[in-house]
């Protein structure tokens, strides 16, 4: 922090990034060189072949040039490792010494030239041991050099030659641009960043069609992606750093506290509900859910028996199947779902594995077993899902009995009213209950279809009162307040443990960019040592890292040369800057709150945090709400505990073991209905 400035332009990379891959090419270099001193020793004056003079030569010229290379790199550590994050004075050398190691490849790339023209052409007669260490030194050169090459194109700012401006009036003193003037700029620069994630999405889905859809959500999801750091003067390892940072944090906050404290998860439901039932009725309704996702969950769950319970289905097709709608691989599709839910083919409505953005798969049956016209929503399994979900903008969801804004999540919520307008206006719904007209109507799906689920059973809870949906770790930024409280008459949400999803929107990540922005200003240790510690700690665990926390005073006597303030970590002119540098609230909402849906059931692990891979796992559940879902939770399982096999495996737990995982609770949190 902040970014480097080399070649005239910013890079993606700051002045203390070159530690670590300083010092894995300073030590590749050690060996070489070794090698090289140790072959010459022992063949000093015996280089009697055919082109011996030239290799003598060669090889002396090489020692030297590896020798400059090493004191380069050297240098390159000694000086990255100097200061802190928020302190590059010590590193204001940097930019020499990276012109320098630059200039240093030139040499390099005509000595491994010359090495390669001389083993094709007089290399004759020469020892095998004398051969084979020009042809590894001239191999050995080429992976540095393309190395080299892949890491400036990783590390490439597209933005690199706008931020420059600001840099410079920084470094004359010119910290504090007109207002005019800043903000001139940071428009202009997030224009160009809006511009360079377009074309990037336009080249990672060219595959795609171009329609007026997807170039709407290119665009949208465009000025998403390019508005959240672009605010910032901080590079990828700073990002890291700082989740690092807060994991520790988070970890020493969460050990500190009352375990008979229950604030943060406070009953959202009536006492009288029966919170055993519920988890029965999810643990049954989330195999549909986990169904939707058709033949590559089922062999991901299943990998040694998976392929050979689907192999004699895939390529099988029965003559009344045309009566359902197909897709993609709809005989391998229907074959696991029949594995997954047990049922027969005769109680599928209607299936349809048809997928584009804000249209997503779906499949109506009737469930038997308890008694219901059930509707399952597949959840992210494409590119067009991934689509559907970052077109995260809000968007008006009429729904005419609920009182006060009802607006949701605009790639969700057109994903909705697309299975709404299948449902109803195709009669789906209505030949299903002819079928089985006492039956009730159950809405389920997981991550992107517990988001659809919830809405579509918002749409629909008007025409069925006795209408259900179980969305399962749905997305945190769904849908308004007014919403949310209507649907927590018929919408029941699971999240387990620190599920990364149900906590994920816009003011969630802002949140997120600001407790990271005061994790790194706040910190008063080489990003190295950071990275390293944080690397050890989310394999290994151990004890958090002492470091100063966002609660507590930046240590300015510990900077000994603190060029740069906490404001300098954001653009001039962008709200970010205004919202940190205020003595108001720390955020300042720009964009219109999202929640979870319905009410909420949240299963937590017991025990320790960090478990041996096969000891059996212990779940506790009770209800919880939505602002316990406020902040992300860093954690290495942000992710796996979204993973629908995993939620699945939890709430079978909970019901199959009941004996085991009845926990009671303390005086202080009698209220609760803990499972």
Same mark, same amino acid.
């Given at each position: ?36 001193v140790?072959l ?37 550590v ?16 940097m930019?020499?010494l ?5 200039v ?9 030239c ?40 990783i ?46 999405? =336009?080249?990672?889905c060219?595959? @795609?069609?171009?329609? !007026?859809n997807?170039?709407?959500? *290119? $665009? &949208? #999801? ?34 500190c ?7 943060p ?6 006492i ?15 195999q ?9 969950l ?19 097709? =029965?003559?009344?199947?045309?009566? @359902?709608?197909?897709? !993609?691989n709809?005989?391998c599709? *229907? $074959? &696991? #779902? ?13 299936i ?24 399952a ?18 968007e008006?969801l ?41 039956y ?41 307040k ?69 609660m ?26 205004h ?97």
């Amino acid at each position: 922090m902040p970014g480097m400035v080399v070649f005239g332009r910013r890079w993606g990379i700051a002045s203390d990034d070159l530690v670590l891959p300083g010092a894995f090419e300073l030590f590749i270099r050690v060996l070489w060189w070794i090698a090289t001193v140790v072959l010459y020793a022992t063949h000093k004056g015996k280089f009697e072949c055919h082109g011996g003079a030239i290799l003598h030569s060669y090889i002396v010229v090489l020692l030297i040039l590896l020798a400059v290379i090493i004191l380069t790199l050297c240098a390159v550590v000694y000086v990255s490792a100097q200061g802190t994050i928020m302190n590059p004075g010590p590193r204001r050398s940097m930019p020499v010494l990276v012109y320098l190691r630059a200039v240093l490849y030139i040499p390099e790339l005509v000595w491994a030239c010359l090495g390669a023209v001389w083993v094709s052409d007089s290399s004759g007669g020469c020892e095998p041991a004398e051969i084979g260490l020009v042809i590894g030194a001239v191999v050995a050169s080429w992976i540095i050099l393309l190395s080299m090459i892949l890491g400036v194109l990783i590390v490439f700012d597209p933005l690199g030659s706008l931020r420059r401006p600001t840099l410079i009036g920084e470094a004359s003193g010119l910290r504090d641009l007109q207002s005019s003037e800043s903000s001139q700029l940071f428009y202009t620069a997030r224009s160009l960043a809006v511009r360079v994630w377009e074309s990037r999405l =336009r080249l990672l889905c060219c595959c @795609l069609p171009q329609d !007026d859809n997807h170039r709407a959500a *290119f $665009s &949208s #999801i465009s000025q998403l992606v390019s508005g959240f750091f672009s605010d910032t003067d901080l590079v990828p390892s700073d990002i890291a750093a700082g989740l690092a940072l807060l994991h520790q944090e988070q970890d020493k906050m969460e050990h500190c506290r009352d375990p008979d404290d229950v604030i943060p998860h406070s009953p959202s439901s009536p006492i009288r509900e029966d919170l055993e039932v519920e988890l029965e009725k999810a643990a049954h309704f989330m195999q549909f859910a986990v169904a939707a996702y058709g033949w590559p969950l089922y062999v991901y769950s299943n990998p040694l028996t998976g392929l050979c319970k689907l192999s004699g289905d895939c390529c099988h097709n =029965r003559n009344t199947e045309s009566d @359902l709608v197909g897709g !993609d691989n709809f005989g391998c599709n *229907f $074959s &696991s #779902i029949l594995h997954v839910t047990g049922l027969q083919y005769r109680d599928f409505i209607h299936i349809s594995f048809h997928n584009q953005i804000y249209e997503i798969p779906f499949f109506v049956a009737l469930d038997h077993k308890r008694e219901a016209v059930l509707v399952a929503v597949r959840g992210t399994l494409s590119l067009k899902d991934a689509l559907t979900d970052l077109s995260a903008e809000c968007e008006n969801l009429p729904v005419e009995v609920v009182s006060g804004a009802s607006y949701a999540h605009k790639g969700i919520s057109q994903a909705a009213n697309y299975i709404y307008k299948k449902l109803v206006n195709d009669g789906i719904l209505s030949q299903a209950f002819s079928i089985a007209p006492e039956y009730r109507l159950v809405i389920t799906g997981h991550s992107l279809g517990a988001g659809t689920a919830s809405l579509l059973a918002a749409l629909l809870h008007s025409t069925y009162p006795t209408l259900k949906c179980y969305a399962f770790s749905p997305p945190g930024g769904l849908m308004s307040k007014a919403l949310a409280e209507y649907s927590k008459q018929f919408v029941i949400s699971v999240v387990l443990g620190k599920d990364l999803v149900p906590r994920l929107s816009i003011p969630n990540m802002e949140d997120l960019k600001r407790r990271i922005l005061k994790m790194v200003s706040n910190c008063n240790k080489p990003k190295y040592k950071i990275l390293l510690h944080g690397c050890w700690y989310e394999v290994f665990g151990g004890t958090p890292d002492d470091f100063p926390t966002e609660m507590e005073n930046r240590r300015e006597e510990a900077l000994s040369q603190p060029l740069l303030g906490e404001e300098s970590l954001l653009v001039p002119g962008s709200t970010s800057y205004h919202s940190i540098s205020s003595d108001d609230s720390p955020t300042h909402p720009t964009h219109l709150p999202l929640f979870l849906p319905g009410r909420i059931i949240y299963i937590t692990e017991e025990g320790p945090s960090r478990r041996h891979c096969f000891s059996q796992v212990r779940y506790r559940a009770e209800w919880s709400n939505e602002t316990a879902f406020h902040s992300v939770l860093i954690s290495p399982r942000m992710v796996a505990d979204h993973m629908p096999d995993v939620v699945h495996r939890a709430l079978c737990s909970l019901t199959s073991d009941r004996p085991f995982s009845l926990c009671p609770s303390s005086h202080s949190n009698s209220h609760l209905n803990v499972i």
